[in-house]
């Protein structure tokens, strides 16, 4: 089974890798862009909404917290490692559906959903 998945999965790979370099030190929306310099700010030590005026629950800065580590980690700007864990869920994700498509029953509509996921609201832009 995993020799017949390899092509899907090396070619998941050159996708996604090539959509990084597209993405890579582009600046994303003004909102994504402030909640990662506030939960930057936070992992450093401020207290939120006290130190960090924000009007988002915390939850938001739980869901910033592996891209800004991953920046810190990697040595990279936490903007980039946004983009590296948004693409490394898709990855998984797209891991995922190829292994319902082989074991199940509904392999007539996962080719639809796995063509479907790449092209998530996470990687599309506003029109200006």
Same mark, same amino acid.
């Given at each position: ?20 370099? %597209? &993405?890579?030190? !582009? @600046? =994303? ?9 506030? $939960? /930057?700010? #936070?992992?450093? +030590? ?5 130190? %960090? &005026?924000?009007? !988002? @629950? =915390? ?9 800004? $580590? /991953?920046? #810190?980690?990697? +040595? ?53």
């Amino acid at each position: 089974m995993l020799k017949k998945s390899l092509p899907i999965v090396l070619a998941l790979q050159l996708f996604l890798g090539i959509v990084l370099a %597209i &993405l890579w030190n !582009n @600046p =994303p929306n003004l909102d994504s862009s402030w909640l990662l310099y506030a $939960t /930057a700010e #936070w992992l450093g +030590g401020k207290r939120l909404y006290v130190d %960090i &005026l924000e009007l !988002n @629950p =915390p939850l938001i800065f739980l869901l910033n917290v592996p891209a800004v $580590t /991953a920046g #810190w980690i990697f +040595g990279i700007t936490s903007t980039n490692g946004f983009y590296l864990c948004i693409l490394g869920t898709m990855f998984c994700a797209l891991i995922w559906v190829i292994g319902l498509c082989r074991t199940s029953a509904a392999s007539v509509n996962a080719p639809i959903v796995a063509a479907a996921l790449p092209s998530g609201p996470c990687l599309r832009r506003r029109a200006s």
